[in-house]
């Protein structure tokens, strides 16, 4: 299947940093990626969709000028969790489609673990 | 509200024997419906979808799920569960109108496999 590379698989930082997070597909075109983010035992949650060339739509509850995405390219989204604080630690993970329509499945990084001390 | 729903937080199996993570869907219209394992501290693998024809699909590992239109269910199963099956399965579903490759994750369910 296609491979979704993720990047950093985990970070720490202080609070008040910012952290980016890249997400890249590595031999496909992805003209959408998708942002989740993961509590423990808990399942995953849509945080936005990831638009090559335009904005990301986020997801109700999401403040999208605290997770900043960028979708510069079709091979690479990135996302940046600005002044993080420790309620931000987490597991994020990025997914991306390929041009497949409805039909095609999404493929998952191996997500990045931030840690918010 | 779309929804998906896995009744199970674990299921415990011992080695060898038959397994089944259950899952059921609440959406409008015909979904297209899939299962994906996570291990610890990984991203999600896919492991089968089911979008139209037989009931019965076959995905990675001997895995299958049976898609059950009158019970809105789509249960996975294995014939003979090995310990390395141990992990965290997500059933989810992407409703026809819900937007391009939007999925809708159930809760999770973690599977035991013991020797």
């Known amino acids: 299947g296609a491979v979704v590379s993720q990047h950093p698989s985990r970070v720490i930082c202080k609070s008040g940093t910012s952290v980016k997070i890249e997400c890249r597909s590595l031999d496909f075109q992805a003209t959408t990626m998708f942002w989740y983010r993961q509590f423990p035992k808990q399942s995953l949650m849509l945080m936005a969709t990831s638009n090559e060339g335009s904005k990301a739509t986020y997801e109700q509850g999401v403040e999208k000028d605290k997770f900043l995405i960028n979708h510069a390219s079709l091979t690479l989204s990135t996302l940046t969790v600005t002044s993080a604080h420790p309620e931000d630690s987490s597991f994020y993970i990025c997914?991306?489609?390929?041009?497949?329509?409805?039909?095609?499945?999404?493929?998952f990084g191996e997500g990045s673990r931030l840690t918010v001390l | 509200a779309q929804s998906v729903a896995q009744p199970e937080d674990q299921v415990n199996v011992a080695e060898g024997n038959p397994l089944t993570v259950k899952c059921t869907y609440s959406v409008s219209g015909n979904p297209y419906l899939f299962w994906y394992v996570q291990y610890p501290n990984r991203g999600l693998q896919f492991l089968l979808k089911?979008?139209?024809?037989?009931?019965l699909v076959k995905g990675s590992y001997g895995f299958e799920a049976e898609f059950n239109k009158s019970q809105t269910s789509f249960h996975l199963k294995k014939p003979s569960a090995l310990v390395s099956d141990s992990a965290l399965y997500f059933c989810a579903v992407r409703p026809i109108s819900g937007g391009y490759n939007k999925l809708i994750f159930g809760a999770g369910t973690r599977l035991a496999v013991h020797p």
């Open positions: 089911y979008i139209t024809g037989d009931n």
């Open positions: 997914s991306a489609s390929v041009r497949q329509g409805l039909t095609g499945e999404l493929f």
